[in-house]
């Protein structure tokens, strides 16, 4: 869905180029409520076949008003495969910490049994 707030739909010219070609889409006018006052706007909408969203098909809306052209791009994104990039570097640095608290837990744990049989021993000799 492509909104053009604040312009009278009889104004502008809403649509979508997909994969380089020109989709009319649906039109209408809406009134959006802001306090007291009802901005005019227009809204374009587009259906998009699954195959073609899920593969990352770049839909842009064109709005066309006095001479004007402005466009914004839309497009799926594969959100699992970014997301678990971005958390990877932290899952290797948990497990990195983990192995190192664990390292030294365990060389605190064997000093501190030599010590302690250390002392015993020493005791032992007096």
Do not use: H
């Not at 009278?8 to 020109?22: A, K, S």
């Amino acid at each position: 869905m492509c909104l053009a707030s604040d312009v009278f739909p009889l104004q502008v010219r809403i649509y979508w180029v997909i994969e380089g070609e020109e989709e009319s889409g649906m039109t209408e006018s809406i009134g959006i409520k802001d306090g007291d006052e009802i901005i005019e706007s227009a809204q374009n909408q587009v259906l998009v076949p699954v195959e073609d969203w899920e593969r990352g098909v770049l839909c842009t809306c064109v709005v066309e008003m006095n001479g004007r052209n402005i466009s914004k791009s839309v497009q799926n994104q594969d959100y699992w495969t970014m997301c678990y990039a971005a958390v990877v570097p932290y899952r290797v640095l948990g497990i990195v910490s983990c192995l190192v608290f664990w390292i030294i837990s365990v060389t605190v744990a064997i000093c501190c049994k030599r010590v302690k049989t250390k002392d015993n021993t020493s005791a032992g000799k007096s």
